[in-house]
């Protein structure tokens, strides 16, 4: 696992339009959240389905998601809400930093991973699996409304009162 409050190690995806895209490029505009899963797999289908069916929720809280694969993904995960975007660690990089040295094997993913980090890069939640017990898409939304609350720039929230 990696240290929670730490700085995200740095990832590329490579998209199958050829853009590459870098965790990097959103530093100090968005949250991020990045999800790494097995191209061809239902159960990590359904996890990024059910993400983007949250798209408009993600850009209110300006997040932005990364969907990373060992492999190019499938020609479905092209036509994915704005704001998510899924591409290939071709090199596997991205995945060795946040899964460790052994995460992946010649079927693919020996754990798949959820992480959610601020707009600085500061990794703030993070969920290993084992299988494919994706953490809730609400437990998701709760990390990143603790990032609201806890950001130097934003306001108090509404609850908070000073006396």
Same mark, same amino acid.
């Given at each position: 696992?990696? %240290?929670?409050?730490?700085?995200?190690?740095? /990832? $590329?995806? *490579? !998209? =199958?339009?050829? +853009?590459?895209?870098?965790?990097?490029? #959103?530093?100090?505009?968005?949250?991020?959240?990045?999800?790494?899963?097995?191209?061809?797999?239902? %159960?990590?289908?359904?996890?990024?389905?059910? /993400? $983007?069916? *949250? !798209? =408009?929720?993600? +850009?209110?809280?300006?997040?932005?998601? #990364?969907?990373?694969?060992?492999?190019?993904?499938?020609?479905?995960?092209?036509?994915?809400?704005?704001?998510?975007?899924?591409?290939?660690?071709?090199?596997?990089?991205?995945?060795?930093?946040?899964?460790?040295?052994?995460?992946?094997?010649?079927?693919?993913?020996?754990?798949?991973?959820?992480?959610?980090?601020?707009?600085?890069?500061?990794?703030?939640?993070?969920?290993?699996?084992?299988?494919?017990?994706?953490?809730?898409?609400?437990?998701?939304?709760?990390?990143?409304?603790?990032?609201?609350?806890?950001?130097?720039?934003?306001?108090?929230?509404?609850?908070?009162?000073?006396?």
């Amino acid at each position: 696992m990696l %240290p929670l409050r730490q700085l995200v190690p740095p /990832l $590329s995806i *490579h !998209a =199958p339009d050829g +853009r590459t895209l870098r965790a990097w490029d #959103f530093k100090q505009k968005r949250s991020l959240v990045i999800a790494f899963l097995d191209a061809g797999c239902e %159960p990590c289908a359904d996890f990024l389905q059910r /993400l $983007s069916g *949250h !798209a =408009p929720e993600l +850009r209110e809280k300006n997040v932005v998601a #990364f969907a990373v694969f060992l492999e190019s993904p499938p020609i479905l995960y092209e036509s994915l809400s704005a704001g998510i975007f899924a591409g290939a660690d071709f090199p596997g990089r991205g995945v060795r930093a946040f899964l460790g040295r052994d995460a992946n094997c010649a079927s693919g993913l020996r754990s798949r991973g959820i992480f959610v980090a601020d707009r600085y890069g500061e990794l703030f939640a993070q969920w290993i699996i084992p299988a494919h017990g994706f953490p809730p898409i609400a437990e998701i939304f709760s990390a990143l409304s603790q990032i609201e609350i806890v950001c130097e720039e934003c306001t108090h929230p509404g609850w908070f009162e000073s006396s």
